[in-house]
């Protein structure tokens, strides 16, 4: 099975700010990399989708990157409503895995 | 509008079992592949199970292959979870989830609410 190390685990941040977070596969899985904002007590809500391409609106602050297997998820100005865990999620051969998750808090 | 609701969560017994149900609505269900995820307390997402729009496959993570089934209704618009044999680490927030099959990494791209299912002795 293919593993996703997500890093950091979690980082401190102000508004303004701009935040990077890195999504490491143990397999090259071209760019079947999705990402994913969650905050707490609600449903994750889909931001970037294979590995680059921003859904419906979703605010163009936010850019993923990458291609087998490294990838990089981008707010380029945090906002307050940004600060929420993030995940990555890869997709192969009918499976999925998702890295370990990145709590976004206030500095 | 797409809507996913999940039910029949719940708290059950070590060992025993329960039948998950999302209801979809807002879009052709037998179009898209269907996902169950779910969220131990405090914990990350977790890849569970899902199967296409037809049912002509299905596919459950190792964690918890042997003891769920994923299936469909397309008459009924409704997503199933059937869970055997449950276990304490079983316990977790359920959810359904959409997959957006026209993206390569079929994406989840609408999600229920989520459903509580507590396993205990």
């Known amino acids: 099975d293919i593993q996703m190390t997500q890093s950091p685990s979690s980082l401190s941040a102000s508004v303004g700010d701009r935040v990077t977070i890195t999504c490491q596969a143990s397999?090259?899985?071209?760019?079947?990399l999705n990402w994913y904002q969650q905050k707490p007590g609600k449903a994750p809500k889909l931001l970037i989708f294979?590995?680059?391409n921003l859904e419906t609106g979703v605010p163009s602050r936010f850019s993923g990157s990458g291609s087998g297997t490294d990838f990089t998820f981008t707010i380029s100005s945090l906002q307050p409503e940004d600060f929420a865990t993030y995940y990555c999620?890869?997709?192969?051969?009918?499976?999925?895995?998702f890295g370990q998750g990145t709590k976004v808090d206030i500095k | 509008e797409v809507r996913l609701l999940e039910s029949g969560g719940g708290l059950v017994q070590t060992g025993g079992s329960l039948r998950l149900s999302c209801a979809a609505s807002?879009?052709?269900?037998?179009?898209?592949?269907m996902s169950w995820v779910r969220q131990a307390p405090g914990k990350g997402l977790e890849w569970v199970s899902s199967?296409?729009?037809?049912?002509?496959?299905?596919f459950n993570a190792d964690s918890v292959k042997g003891r769920f089934s994923i299936s469909r209704d397309n008459s009924k618009n409704t997503l199933y979870l059937q869970m055997n044999s449950l276990r304490d680490d079983d316990t977790a927030v359920y959810y359904c989830?959409?997959?957006?099959?026209?993206?390569?990494?079929?994406?989840?791209?609408?999600w229920g609410q989520g459903i509580l299912v507590i396993v205990s002795s």
């Open positions: 199967i296409s729009g037809v049912a002509d496959w299905a």
């Open positions: 397999q090259d899985i071209n760019n079947y």
């Open positions: 999620q890869q997709y192969n051969n009918l499976r999925y895995t």
């Open positions: 989830a959409r997959c957006l099959v026209t993206a390569a990494a079929d994406p989840n791209d609408y």
């Open positions: 294979d590995a680059s």
């Open positions: 807002g879009f052709i269900f037998s179009n898209y592949a």
